[in-house]
């Protein structure tokens, strides 16, 4: 089973729509670890589609963290030095954490 699940900061989201008309939002997931007292910060790249991708294009303003659910995805390609491989996850559900403002809390949303 194929399954993977990514919490941390909310980065980079770009939105396009796609030849047949699907919307897809691709982001980054910040993890922290901290390392002989150092802070190391490792992304990882996530790509939605459809409903979800619009979901986080509407709220990608005000979006602090995000929980993603998904598989992992791996990717290769013809580099300039030879093949090159990378992975993101395919996401399929998320949790969104909004950023604080001043005269309110914005609770956190679920979206499957």
Sequence with gaps: ??????SGKFAN???KTTNNGTKMA???VADNQ??????????I??????KRAETIEKHN???DKITVNGKLN???YEGKNGPVTNFNVLVNDFD????KTDSMEIPTTTTT
């Design 96 to 99: 969104l954490t909004f950023k």
């Design 1 to 6: 089973m194929n399954s993977i699940q990514v």
């Design 74 to 76: 791996e990717n290769t």
């Design 61 to 63: 303003e005000n979006l």
């Design 26 to 28: 691709t982001f980054g």
């Design 45 to 50: 790249n996530c790509v939605v589609f459809g």
């Design 34 to 43: 901290y390392q002989n007292g150092e802070r190391k910060t490792q992304w």
């Design 13 to 15: 989201p770009k939105f």
